[in-house]
């Protein structure tokens, strides 16, 4: 499922974002990770806690944080405002972004913005969305077997 939601995430921001990958601490380490170019969206998963339902059916409130790295080295002062600027588009674009394979709305619920920065800036947004997963529904079988016994039962 965490899979299906990066997907998702990353089919929709690709056109504007020019690094999108998995969150992985990479600003404390900048000068020793692989190199990737900005701004740059980096994906978080927080714990799921599934609830069991009926049928092997799964589901849970999952909360994604997107780490959106921007280079804060600008000219002036007004052009630090491009920077909040890809987080807005970035909301808008994800705003009530799902599908039919399990993930509904995506819901902002949460904005850090980043006011202790170096090079990089690491402004966070929070995401929630209800996801319901169906493996076992939708892969299970009966069958039913006719047993011939020679047993009397008078």
């Known amino acids: 499922m965490r899979s299906t939601i990066y997907n998702?995430?990353?089919s929709a921001l690709s056109d504007f974002v020019a690094h999108?990958?998995?969150?992985?601490?990479?600003?404390?380490?900048?000068?020793?990770e692989q190199?990737?170019?900005?701004?740059?969206?980096f994906v978080e998963f927080a714990d799921i806690n599934w609830t069991?339902?009926?049928?092997?059916?799964r589901d849970?409130?999952?909360?994604i944080r997107l780490h959106i790295i921007t280079d804060s080295r600008t000219a002036d002062w007004s052009d630090a405002l491009d920077n909040l600027a890809i987080a807005d588009t970035i909301s808008d674009t994800l705003h009530a972004l799902h599908n039919q394979s399990g993930v509904d709305s995506l819901t902002l619920v949460s904005t850090h913005t980043d006011h202790n920065f170096d090079e990089l800036r690491n402004d966070i947004e929070t995401y929630q969305c209800h996801i319901t997963y169906t493996p076992a529904a939708t892969q299970r079988k009966t069958t039913v077997e006719t047993i011939e016994t020679d047993a009397d039962f008078k």
């Open 60 to 63: 849970a409130v999952a909360e």
């Open 35 to 41: 190199a990737f170019n900005l701004p740059a969206v």
């Open 52 to 57: 069991q339902q009926l049928h092997g059916v």
């Open 20 to 32: 999108i990958g998995l969150w992985n601490e990479q600003v404390l380490y900048a000068e020793t």
């Open 8 to 10: 998702l995430i990353k």
